[in-house]
């Protein structure tokens, strides 16, 4: 009896193991997959002295740049590009009040947008601008098509005064932050 | 990108779909030959035997600790980023791991010495593969998610990434050799004949952006990365020159890498078998105690170095004169340099994965004269210290093998059950990692000199096999003779 159970006992497992299924799989969901990462960098940083933007004179240009710059206008980058937001900050400890402007310009030097800031003298805030790209904000494809970006300080006060703080100066620092369709 | 993603996911899920390496089954199973390459100390009863070259020994095994197939691909109308979303980047860390193993005999011999009739002697070839990849769980969340929003701060292991894989042919010698009726050793020399290997286990850095001194992000990146090919790039040009031959000149290389032509190696296995009393014995084995020299078409690929990066900087007045327009392509190649991606052909060594096996067995219910009566050569036969002599075995056995993030261990219990001279039948209950349900089942038939035997774990699995985290199946003919035929 006991023989005869195990022989049925095992007969009937390989019996199961000979009729192993599977679920039906739809391997072509991957094709589905969305990969969508959002990508952080610093873009730019200014910084200038006081003792600088004098040198320049009243009213005068204190830096003038072109600089290049093909981050977005990568194809690889520019394809994958879904949306996303540059932010400025700038902060002026000095005694000036400061005008801050930054071309976009394309390949053939061209302007295609201007991001102009003009902060007071020695403000109690830091300023922020956040500019976005893509659906409901400015187009992508002026990232797109940006080579190269001028800078361009402009002093708005005098040539000689100067800030009681330790250390005066006027930064300007940018970041993107950026959703890419990887897959 | 989408090809590539498609690829690098068809190929985890597909490589543990087909293979993985405990063989806790065929382990001490006495009566099928093939369990001498798991303890080359096992008690051996016949008098020779000639493994079905090709068909004596096929083992294919897979696992998954984390993810299956069926969590990602059954038909469920579940959108598939949710699921990859929800049952990989949520859930499966980096000690979860895809694992799979294949093992093909090509010959197995065993024969009795005639003047030392305790010493059993095997040789033959067999070609295995073994691949294991690590979940890089950091590294796959810099792709999903990126390095911004909530990942500010956050630092991304690059030491996640930890992949190994090999096919090998191996040539081995073994001698058993029975030295009292309480005690069986055996050893088995082993030359490995390396078709390819690759491994990229020694990883280290991370990736982090956090806020910058200056500028509102620092970017800081930290890489010692390295990945080990041999005989990889071999195959991968006759592949990419697509030259209307590439057929026969896979077939060509694979051939020569087979034979020698290739990496090569050494290495040995040992085990024992202690009779504690006529119905209780203990076992133990340890295999694969050995290293390649990969000399052959070695192509090593690396990333080091330190960088950091807020962006294009400019300080004034210090950088006042510096009338450069291409701050960002100097940027761009400063990393470049800071981070250099090298290729050189410097010969390795790798370790084959060790794995050791470790068992204590009870026989029950006497059951008459043994299979082996006739064998003649009055080796592991006779009165209450042959095991064969009993119908019933129940105990337990410890399996572990050093893989590249440590060791991985098994514990299983087993039951084994003679019915007559041509039936054996063994059940196992395996606790792992991948498993808690593991069921495994074996049969050994005996019909007259042929052998046959099939064994498949975790049967319980069966109903659904792409949702099983675990599974093997290995099947094998040999004849054997315990007498002068």
Redesign the interface.
Known sequence: MKKLFFQVLFASIFILMLSSCTEEQDFSQIDDLSVTPTLASGIFYLESDEETINSAGGFGTFYAQTVNFDAFNEAYVAERLLEGVIIYEIENTTSKRADISIDFLDESGTPIYQETFTVEANPTETFTREVTYGPGGLSLSILTNTSSFRVTGRNLGDATSTSTHPEPKISLSSAAEFIFRLK | ??GF??TI??AVFGISSIHAQNRQLLYDFNEIPQALMLNPGMKTSQRWHVGVPVLSGLFFQASTSGVT??D????DGV???TK?QERVLDVMTRRDDFGSTSQIDGFNIGFRGKNRPDDYYSFGMYGEMDIISYWPKDLAL????????N??GRSFDLGDLSLRGEMVNVFHFGINRKVSNTLTIGARAKLYSSIFQFQSIKNSGSFR?VE?Q??????IIVADMQLQTSGVKGFYDIIDADTGTTRKDLTSLFTERVLLGGSLGLGFDAGFTHQLNPQTSITGSILDVGFIYNSNDVWNYTFEGATS?????????ED?DN?N?????DLVDEIDEALPHGENQSGYISLRPVKAYGSIRYDFGEGGRSWSENCGCAINTGGGSNSDFYRNSVGGQLYMIKRPRGIQAALTGFYQ?R?GRTLS?K?TYTVDKYSFTNIG?G?NLQAGPVNFYVL?DN?LS??????SHYASLQFGFNIISWNNN
């Not at chain 2, 990602?72 to 038909?75: D, V």
């Not at chain 2, 200056?214 to 970017?219: E, I, L, P």
């Not at chain 2, 069966?462 to 949702?467: T, V």
């Open positions: 990108m989408r993603l498609k996911l068809i197939v069926n990602l691909f059954a038909n959108d598939f980023t990859v810099l792709a999903f998610e990126g390095n911004g929003g990942n500010i952006t910058g200056n500028n509102m992000y620092n970017s990066t807020e962006g294009i900087t400019v300080f004034l007045p006042i009338v327009n291409d701050l960002w392509q059950k019915l039948l059940t089942l049969l498949g049967v069966y109903g659904n096999i792409a949702d």
